[in-house]
């Protein structure tokens, strides 16, 4: 019996979105008697699926109020409720579900910029990158034409980052570039450090200090004092320096920002990073435990498990363990292939051809140590902050903020 509601309560959710559909690209002039009468099974389903979902009920009410009477609900009701049910498809792990309803609020809404981009997200975290584009930059349209700031900024940041997973790091750096010019002008100084967060990622990527140790400092500047996504950006400035050999720098910044992060999908990146610079500087124990500690994690999610298993192989290899390198580098790898991810298929290929050769990793100069204390000692300062209180302006600045995407990060 309880697979019976489960599979009227989906098949209830599938119809609306069908309907959704069709009411969004009818005129409204033409709306009336555009559904025929209800069902009488149709009512009984829909008050059963809404006390089934209580979070859903007000959502599956505006949307039998559209099928009932068509001509009466506005497109904005619409468009939240699709919304809404999007939201909680994704995260019950209903991809398909949670397309339809992404797609179905921008169609219906055709002037939100908020709901193309979240239909643009949605597309890209399904492996769509061109449907990705279409909404990102009807995303970007409609927030310069509606003066949406906030959207327009947040939807050049998610293309900028479609750009990043494809490897197109010059328009990505375009895109980055615009978020963080209007972020300014607009006065969202949480943005524009959001857009250096991710320049940063793409200075590690082709392996440029410089670039990364300045945009890391220019998301310090802007980020909020007591901004939530702090953590997330020091792991990523230590990736910078692992790649560089700074790997005692990388693990005292590593060894602060880990308690700070509690989701299993982002600890499991930085015990990735753990296990390289453990491997940098000898300590054989560290190394070994985070590997466990990622192999647990990956069990439970695939997401950041590619980026924090090539991180772990990169580690290994450097202590000449080149058969450890090997599996946790396959791995990767396979992960990364399987979720499409660019990035970690290139550090995880980078140390199965170095297992070939029977080599080590080659490692860049180190840079200005004076240069890399002074950064350290800028993030050690703000995660003392962190640590030391909450504020309203830093929950403020949790509801207002992109997540940013770890460099060894999936869509």
């Not at 967060?197 to 793409?202: N, V």
């Not at 695939?302 to 090997?326: H, K, P, Q, T, V």
Request: a neutral charge.
């Amino acid at each position: 019996m309880l697979e019976e509601r489960e599979w009227a309560f989906h098949r209830l959710l599938w119809l609306r979105a069908r309907d959704i559909r069709l009411w969004a690209v009818a005129e409204a002039e033409n709306r009336r008697g555009l559904f025929g009468s209800a069902v009488p099974a149709w009512l009984v389903e829909e008050e059963e699926a809404a006390a089934r979902e209580s979070a859903l009920a007000m959502s599956i009410r505006v949307i039998a109020a559209m099928a009932r009477y068509p001509e009466v609900v506005h497109e904005r009701d619409v468009r939240t409720a699709c919304m809404t049910i999007s939201e909680w498809a994704d995260n019950n792990h209903l991809p398909n579900t949670a397309l339809q309803y992404a797609e179905a609020a921008a169609l219906v809404d055709r002037l939100s910029a908020h709901a193309a981009a979240h239909a643009g997200q949605v597309c890209a975290q399904n492996g769509l990158d061109h449907r990705a584009e279409v909404w990102y930059e009807r995303g970007i349209k409609i927030g310069r034409r509606t003066e949406d700031w906030e959207w327009y900024v947040r939807s050049n940041i998610r293309m900028g980052i479609l750009r990043y997973e494809q490897g197109d790091f010059r328009a990505a750096i375009r895109c980055y570039q615009r978020a963080r010019t209007q972020a300014i002008w607009a006065g969202l100084p949480a943005f524009a450090g959001k857009a250096h967060h991710d320049m940063l990622l793409i200075a590690i990527a082709v392996r440029s200090f410089s670039r990364g140790d300045r945009h890391a400092r220019s998301a310090l500047e802007f980020y909020p004092v007591h901004y939530e996504r702090l953590p997330q950006l020091a792991h990523d400035y230590a990736v910078l320096l692992t790649t560089f050999g700074c790997d005692a720098e990388a693990l005292r910044l590593l060894d602060l920002c880990l308690p700070h992060i509690e989701r299993p999908c982002e600890r499991i990146a930085v015990l990735g990073t753990i296990a390289k610079a453990a491997a940098g500087v000898g300590d054989i124990d560290q190394h070994l435990a985070a590997i466990q500690d990622v192999q647990l994690l990956a069990a439970m999610s695939d997401l950041n498990a590619a980026g924090a298993f090539a991180l772990a192989a990169e580690g290994a290899a450097a202590l000449d363990a080149f058969d450890r390198a090997l599996r946790l580098a396959s791995r990767g790898m396979e992960i990364a292939t399987r979720r499409r991810e660019r990035e970690p298929q290139r550090r995880a290929a980078v140390v199965l051809r170095s297992i070939a050769r029977r080599r080590g990793l080659p490692t860049p100069p180190r840079p200005d140590p004076a240069r890399v204390a002074e950064t350290v000692a800028m993030f050690v300062g703000r995660l003392a902050d962190l640590g030391a209180q909450t504020t309203d302006a830093g929950a403020h600045s949790r509801g207002r903020g992109e997540l940013t995407k770890f460099t060894i990060a999936g869509r």
